[in-house]
Nanobody, 117 residues
């Protein structure tokens, strides 16, 4: 079992920045990759970014490329999502995700990000 706890969401004006954190606990050695997804009201959950544990290889959605950066602190089993130049359309609940061996997914409880225009 893996537990994920997100933090760092909040209200920010357009053009501002936020940094989300996701701390993993439990059987973290089984984690293959960790990622961020988001879900806006009335929309489906969408991929934002992912980092692979073994080599820190990252993927970022085109919609946030150049504005969002994902990183990892292996000593703390924590990943971060640095969000710059935020836009109102970035408003959503952001969820942390972990994929473990066997392609099992774990999810955090989500953190709200609201960008005002």
């Amino acid at each position: 079992q893996v537990q994920l706890v997100e933090s760092g969401g909040g209200l920010v004006q357009a053009g501002g920045s936020l940094r989300l954190s996701c701390a993993a606990s439990g059987r973290t050695f089984t984690i293959f990759s960790m990622g961020w997804f988001r879900q806006a009201p009335g929309k489906e959950r969408e991929f934002v970014a992912r980092i692979r544990r073994g080599d820190d290889n990252t993927d970022v959605a085109d919609s946030v490329k150049g504005r969002f950066t994902m990183s990892r602190d292996s000593a703390k089993d924590t990943v971060y999502l640095q969000m710059n130049s935020l836009k109102p359309e970035d408003t959503a609940v952001y969820y942390c995700n972990a994929v473990v061996g066997g392609a099992v997914d774990y999810w955090g409880q989500g953190t709200q990000v609201t960008v005002s225009s």
